[in-house]
């Protein structure tokens, strides 16, 4: 898969496709059909370079046993971090039987974009990153407390987490993903210090167990104080949220490493204007227009009631833009 110097578009759709098919977003994370179907009618109305299924932070929870809320149409969540001790993790190791629950369900839906979409698209798959999926089975205060006064303790957890990333990831490949998108929220949460060792390192051995080298890193929010780090992860690109601004980055991070992003998924695409849209997104092409790095992308995953309008309004500014006639 080819990122660079290609003007590509990405808009982190997903969950407005449930408007198109008139579904919840609960069955489109409980069934593959379903949510295939939704991802269909959002390529064929947008025709993005770069499809991506919903974007769920809860599978591998899921997998290992957690428990998931599952509102119709909000995002599910963990109901109970059930590890708190040595034993309580131990026990999660034992029962973890691999590719297995909604992570067939995943694979699946990559399994039929990856069949279904022109070659000229690249899918992309998306699974949690290692420290956020501890967060999952301990609680994102209770890890971050952690690598201060147990950190050894998290260090276990996070071998175990990237096995089972690294099967899931390789899982994904294996249905015909291009590539994988690691979302790590909870590493905003870290001083540069500890993100280097309890995100970077676990990164960086994510993708040396994973069949693809094409890893995105995403983590949302204002991560200033982690982007030199997360260029040392040997990430494909880095997929950066609203707060931060593209054009100082540009010196920062190394041409062969793709900036992905940032239109505000909220207070543009969600809440705003076709015109704002059309205003906010031409303002950041012109200032990327120098960067064969850049791809053009959300900030983050666009929330299920954004304006059909408003991605109509992003998507003429992207194809302008591909086309040189912006």
Request: a negative charge.
């Amino acid at each position: 898969m080819k990122f660079l110097g290609e003007r590509l578009n990405a808009p982190l759709l997903g969950a407005p496709g449930t408007k198109l098919t008139n579904t919840t977003l609960k069955e489109n994370l409980l069934n593959a059909d379903v949510q295939f179907n939704s991802l269909l009618k959002l390529y064929e109305k947008f025709e993005p370079d770069i499809m991506l299924p919903f974007m769920e932070l809860t599978v591998e929870a899921d997998t290992l046993g957690m428990g998931i809320n599952f509102p119709e149409n909000d995002n599910p969540a963990v109901k109970e971090h059930k590890v708190s001790t040595k034993e309580d993790f131990e026990a999660v190791v034992r029962n973890y039987k691999g590719i297995s629950k909604r992570m067939k369900v995943f694979t699946d839906v990559i399994n039929k974009m990856s069949k279904n979409f022109p070659s000229s698209v690249n899918n992309l798959a998306y699974v949690i990153g290692p420290i956020t999926l501890v967060g999952e089975l301990m609680g994102v205060e209770q890890v971050c407390m952690a690598t201060v006064m147990d950190p050894d303790f998290v260090r276990k957890q996070l071998e175990f987490s990237v096995k089972v990333i690294s099967d899931y990831s390789n899982a994904l490949i294996d249905a015909g993903a291009d590539g994988i998108v690691v979302l790590e929220p909870t590493a905003m949460l870290l001083s540069p210090p500890s993100y280097a060792e309890f995100s970077l390192e676990p990164f960086k051995e994510l993708l040396d167990k994973a069949n693809s080298k094409n890893l995105i890193l995403h983590i949302c929010g204002n991560t200033k104080h982690l982007v030199e780090g997360m260029c040392k992860t040997g990430t494909t690109g880095l997929s950066l949220d609203a707060p931060m601004d593209f054009e100082a980055l540009k010196e920062q991070v190394p041409d062969n490493i793709a900036l992905i992003g940032n239109v505000d998924p909220v207070n543009v695409m969600l809440t705003g204007t076709p015109e704002k849209v059309e205003s906010e997104t031409t303002k950041l092409i012109n200032k990327m227009s120098h960067s064969d790095n850049f791809i053009l992308s959300t900030g983050c995953d666009l929330p299920m009631d954004t304006p059909m309008e408003n991605i109509d309004a992003f998507m003429r500014v992207a194809k302008k833009w591909k086309s040189n006639s912006l």
